[in-house]
């Protein structure tokens, strides 16, 4: 027997459920056109979640970045409280780790800095992720890489016994803060990078294997890692590991973007970028979404077995930055002609 959703949705085959939802393969109808679906069960929420998670389901759905898998729809029907986000044909980075495929070192650091690059768009609008993962981290089959499944339930995780059963069952890709009982933040998003990232440098010897007793680790020791235990690797990537895997939050990077700009420069990078901030905040008033608007031109392609990333030189937004300065630098000689006398 078919189930519908809204009158607009088919809900098809189950994929995954948790404590809290079950997640759906869906398809609009008429079209058949793929989409995800994710329904929370009835008794882990109430009326004030309800209200606070319909707020964040709108200000998910206003983001448009290639990055970031499209929130299409979320509210609350006679099935519950449920989102409805596009299907992203690809491989997820679980799929890859788990194929053991060797990924390398520049390949891990392009994905990083890709989701880096995404999270930036997003944490400038006062939003974290809250659930990165290997499993939520696809590489679409035109090669870009998108973002699924952001936290809506974050709320839910803030109430006991709830809180208990998402340490135990997801605490390996939690933060240090999380697992004492703390929000997420932003910097709760650089450090799961950070776990990832070591995760695809050093598959064989995995930070979440006893996990349990990693768990413990992250509470125990000021970082998770140390430069003698990741000796291996270029001298950059170990201060980037070092950084990024800090027990306190305030000794990690202050923001995604030093991350990215550290390995996208191949050194620790601390100070601020001006430029940087400016990008981000013009990104997110005016970004482009879906892979369909991907550039053609995309260049500096990267194979990750069948699996590619790719990323836009972004040429117009080049342009406009200069315009910007331009206009400045003109406004500046302007008012010293002018006053200067």
């Not at 929420?45 to 970045?65: F, T, Y």
């Not at 890709?114 to 992720?129: D, F």
């Not at 990267?302 to 200069?322: C, T, Y």
Request: hydrophobic fraction near 40%.
């Amino acid at each position: 027997m078919e189930r519908f959703l809204k009158s607009r949705y088919k809900i098809g085959d189950k994929i995954s459920e948790n404590p809290f939802s079950v997640t759906y393969q869906g398809s609009f109808i008429g079209t058949d056109k793929p989409v995800i679906i994710k329904i929370y069960k009835r008794g882990t929420l109430n009326s004030g979640l309800i209200k606070r998670m319909k707020q964040k389901v709108r200000e998910l759905s206003l983001i448009n970045h290639h990055g970031i898998a499209k929130l299409l729809d979320g509210d609350y029907g006679w099935q519950g409280f449920y989102y409805v986000r596009e299907y992203v044909k690809g491989s997820s980075l679980a799929e890859i780790l788990d194929s053991n495929q060797e990924i390398g070192i520049d390949k891990a650091a392009t994905i990083i800095e890709e989701a880096c690059a995404a999270l930036a768009v997003v944490h400038a609008r006062g939003i974290i992720h809250g659930e990165l993962k290997p499993s939520n981290i696809f590489i679409g089959s035109k090669g870009v890489l998108r973002l699924t499944d952001f936290v809506i339930e974050g709320e839910i995780k803030d109430a006991m016994p709830q809180k208990v059963v998402a340490v135990l069952g997801e605490g390996a890709y939690t933060s240090p803060e999380e697992l004492v009982g703390k929000p997420a933040s932003a910097s709760s998003d650089i450090y799961v990078l950070g776990i990832i990232l070591y995760e695809m440098l050093c598959p064989k010897e995995s930070l979440n294997k006893k996990e349990l007793f990693n768990k413990f680790n992250k509470l125990k020791n000021p970082c998770l890692v140390k430069h003698e235990t990741v000796a291996f690797l270029p001298r950059y990537l170990q201060d980037i590991l070092v950084k990024a895997l800090q027990r306190d939050p305030l000794l990690r990077f202050k923001n995604i973007a030093q991350f990215r700009e550290s390995l996208e420069k191949k050194a620790l990078v601390l100070a601020p970028n001006p430029t940087e901030e400016f990008v981000t905040i013009f990104e997110n008033t005016v970004s482009r979404y879906g892979e369909d608007e991907i550039e053609k031109e995309s260049e500096s392609l990267k194979d990750l077995g069948r699996v590619r990333i790719r990323w836009s030189k972004e040429k117009h937004r080049n342009w406009i930055l200069a315009a910007v300065l331009a206009a400045a630098v003109f406004s500046g000689l302007f008012y010293a002609f002018l006053f200067g006398r």
